[in-house]
């Protein structure tokens, strides 16, 4: 059965620290993974996603991820936070449906980040 | 572009009414949308798959005759929770997969939260 593991409910980080956001997922096929963020009280925005490729994506507000099959992984990571990033992140892996289509999303139980100043 | 718009925002009732909540896309066309309910501090749980013109597919546990959906045209989605109840209080997101490029990506509401009293 799919499943997204994101072992770190609650992570604290200075401002201007780097970040790294652990996910690792169940999947019987290539997955497509995505990263969504959060904020208090609001919907989900689309971070980054990874279909094929590159395994390194670029994502917005200074974003990336790797994604390692053979650790089935998708570690989200910042080098510099800011304190306008802390959210709710959240981790999902996408079934296929109909052939490429993206189908339903299997989500991880987010990770809260806390940026000091 | 890809914009959902989610209606109202924050929805307060009395016990055994019922409250609809509506899903747009604003700019595009979505043959599939999705609701999801999330509690405090945790993932997003997917209630039902919602296509334009069928029955929604609800998931395991996920009473149909108590949240009822309707996919009436390609724009817009309705959740229905029928005879609202305390345990029916949550934030409930909905989500509405893309088109052409944008096919393999679920696009998010801001959400509602609904609180019966």
């Known amino acids: 059965a799919q499943s997204v593991t994101q072992p770190d409910i609650h992570i604290t980080v200075s401002e201007g620290a780097s970040l790294e956001l652990r996910c690792n997922y169940s999947?019987?096929?290539?997955?497509?993974l995505f990263w969504y963020v959060q904020s208090p009280g609001q919907g989900l925005q689309l971070l980054l996603k990874?279909?094929?490729?590159?395994?390194l994506v670029q994502g917005i507000k200074g974003f990336e991820a790797e994604f390692k099959r053979s650790q089935s992984s998708f570690n989200l990571r910042k080098p510099s936070v800011h304190w306008s990033d802390a959210a709710e992140y959240f981790c999902?892996?996408?079934?296929?449906?109909?052939?490429?289509?993206?189908?339903?999303?299997?989500f991880g139980r987010g990770t809260q980040l806390t940026v000091w100043p | 572009g890809a914009v959902v718009s989610q209606h109202p925002s924050w929805v307060i009732c009395k016990s055994g009414t019922s409250v609809k909540i509506e899903c747009r896309s604003l700019?595009?066309?979505?043959?599939?949308m999705f609701w999801y309910r999330q509690f405090p501090k945790q993932s997003l749980m997917l209630m039902a798959t919602?296509?334009?013109?069928?029955?929604?597919?609800?998931e395991q546990g996920v009473e149909k005759d108590k949240f009822l959906i309707n996919h009436a045209s390609l724009t817009l989605s309705t959740l229905t929770v029928t005879s609202a109840h305390p345990e029916d209080s949550s934030f409930y997101i909905c989500?509405?997969?893309?088109?052409?490029?944008?096919?393999?990506?679920?696009?998010f509401g801001a959400g509602t939260r609904l609180s019966v009293l």
């Open positions: 700019d595009f066309q979505a043959t599939t």
């Open positions: 989500s509405a997969r893309g088109q052409g490029s944008g096919k393999n990506i679920q696009y």
């Open positions: 999947y019987g096929a290539t997955p497509y």
């Open positions: 919602s296509n334009e013109g069928s029955k929604a597919t609800y």
């Open positions: 999902a892996v996408g079934a296929q449906w109909r052939g490429s289509t993206l189908g339903r999303l299997y």
């Open positions: 990874y279909f094929s490729g590159d395994t």
